[in-house]
T-cell receptor, first 111, second 113 residues
Framework: GESVGLHLPTLSVQEGDNSIINCAYS??????FIWYKQESGKGPQFIID?????DKRQGQRVTVLLNKTVKHLSLQIAATQPGDSAVYFC??????????FGGGTRVLVKP | KAGVTQTPRYLIKTRGQQVTLSCSPI?????VSWYQQTPGQGLQFLFE???????NKGNFPGRFSGRQFSNSRSEMNVSTLELGDSALYLC????????????FGSGTQLSVL
């Protein structure tokens, strides 16, 4: 995942636009990936997951894309709403069944 | 279905003390994992329990321990608290082991003074 740190990258998006959140993962042996959304004061909330034998998976208003060649994961949110404002984390699972989380991206939705 | 419940929500302790945090998983979920979240280190895996057995462990010192009961409820304990242990401790449950599709609680915010 992304390197962690005190400063979260921030994505500002206009309400109604599409959002794309990117994540670079580190382990080419990772076979499972997952996206979480965390709102202030709450625990991470499951959004969508994907296995390494897939390139794309769609959910309700969300799509996850996996590019194993460049070890890149992205989350697309269609028609972003104010309720989508949160910190988004990607996570990968490799050997040992441990989930390794990225540092997160803050999404701010402007009305 | 009720979600993952963690108690207490907030906790203030002093250095050297020990603390026990509690987690009740979603009904029917037998796997419970614990994570530590800090602004500097992000989300880090502590350990996972399934059917009362520790299945996986992260890179934390032995001061961090846990257990799981026959009803799948779990507790984690931190002994000899240090200032750096201040963090949000998150519990997550899953129907099966393997750390996939975890459902998180709201966490216990621990402050060590």
């Amino acid at each position: 995942g992304e390197s962690v740190g005190l400063h979260l990258p921030t994505l500002s998006v206009q309400e109604g636009d599409n959002s794309i959140i990117n994540c670079a993962y580190s382990n080419s042996a990772s076979d499972y990936f997952i996206w979480y959304k965390q709102e202030s004061g709450k625990g991470p909330q499951f959004i969508i997951d994907i296995r390494s034998n897939m390139d794309k998976r769609q959910g309700q208003r969300v799509t996850v894309l996996l590019n194993k060649t460049v070890k890149h994961l992205s989350l697309q949110i269609a028609a972003t709403q104010p309720g989508d404002s949160a910190v988004y984390f990607c996570a990968e699972k490799a050997a040992g069944n441990k989930l390794t989380f990225g540092g997160g991206t803050r999404v701010l939705v402007k009305p | 279905k009720a979600g993952v419940t963690q108690t207490p929500r907030y906790l203030i302790k002093t250095r050297g003390q020990q603390v026990t945090l509690s987690c009740s998983p979603i009904s029917g979920h037998r796997s419970v994992s614990w994570y530590q979240q800090t602004p500097g280190q992000g989300l880090q895996f502590l350990f996972e329990y399934f059917s009362e057995t520790q299945r996986n462990k992260g890179n934390f010192p032995g001061r961090f321990s846990g257990r799981q009961f026959s009803n799948s409820r779990s507790e984690m304990n931190v002994s000899t608290l240090e200032l750096g242990d201040s963090a949000l401790y998150l519990c997550a449950s899953s129907p099966r082991t393997g750390n996939e599709k975890l459902f998180f609680g709201s966490g216990t915010q621990l402050s060590v003074l």
